[in-house]
């Protein structure tokens, strides 16, 4: 049987380099000189994909509450050694399909807490030169 740590262990594990996408994070306003930083992420369904394959399907479970300001908080329990262990965050309407980013955004976030992807928030986003839509040369 695998111990808490372990399980830990295993949900931080880095994914396969094909599991990360990638977005425009913060542009700056210079229109002469645009900059951008990327950002990594992986999608909601990696996530539940990593708490299939350690936790089992049924080792796993989540909830939603409603939380301050129109926000979403998700909870996510893990069976530990035969109890449930909960771990939880939040997250606001997105810009594009408001509720269903906000909700997949808690998911992943909660996750975050058992240790899903949190090496991401590590990695170093420079600036990089970002042609801007709409601009000609």
Do not use: H
């Amino acid at each position: 049987m695998m111990t808490a740590q372990d399980i830990f262990d295993e949900l931080s594990a880095p994914f396969p380099a094909a599991y990360v996408e990638w977005r425009v994070g913060p542009t700056n306003k210079n229109k002469s000189d645009p900059k951008g930083q990327p950002l990594c992420y992986i999608d909601a369904r990696t996530v539940m994909d990593r708490l299939d394959s350690v936790c089992g399907p049924d080792g796993w479970q989540c909830n939603y509450t409603p939380g301050v300001g129109g926000s979403i908080i998700c909870n996510i329990g893990i069976r530990l050694e035969g109890e449930w262990v909960w771990k939880a965050d939040g997250a606001g309407a997105t810009d594009m399909e408001a509720e269903k980013g906000a909700i997949s955004d808690a998911f992943k976030r909660a996750a975050v807490r058992w240790g899903v992807g949190r090496y991401l928030y590590e990695l170093k986003a420079p600036w990089i030169p970002m042609e801007v839509k709409g601009s000609k040369d």
